[in-house]
């Protein structure tokens, strides 16, 4: 079992920069690529970034590509995502996702390839 925890949501205004985290506990953190997703109020959840289990490879949406940022600090357990340039559409629950998928090697851009998830923290963009 994984817990998830995402930290570091808020009210930010356009333009500005939000880096959220996300603390693992549980089974071995360094053996799960991680992902990330957004869901704003009536659409469906999205897709944002992923870390393969190293931090040796990344992928993002590309609605956001060149403003959002995957990262990862195995040593802390910890995943981030640093989000620039944020606009108004970028407002929305962001969650944070473990996958075992492919060993932790293979990218993941479905919320089906997603083994554990965190609740949720608030990103709102104002304009």
């Known amino acids: 079992q994984v817990k998830l925890v995402e930290s570091g949501g808020g009210l930010v205004q356009a333009g500005g920069s939000l880096r959220l985290s996300c603390a693992a506990s549980?089974?071995?953190?360094?053996?799960?690529?991680m992902g990330w997703f957004r869901q704003a109020p009536g659409k469906e959840r999205e897709f944002v970034g992923w870390?393969?289990?190293?931090?040796?490879?990344?992928y993002s949406a590309d609605s956001v590509n060149g403003r959002f940022t995957c990262s990862r600090d195995n040593a802390k357990n910890t995943v981030y995502l640093q989000m620039n340039s944020l606009k108004p559409e970028d407002t929305a629950v962001y969650f944070c996702?473990?996958?075992?998928?492919?060993?932790?090697?293979?990218?993941?851009?479905?919320?089906?390839?997603?083994?554990?998830w965190g609740q949720g923290t608030q990103v709102t963009v104002s304009s």
């Open positions: 996702a473990a996958s075992a998928s492919g060993s932790g090697v293979v990218l993941a851009t479905t919320a089906a390839q997603y083994n554990y």
């Open positions: 549980g089974r071995a953190f360094s053996s799960f690529s």
């Open positions: 870390i393969s289990r190293n931090g040796g490879k990344l």
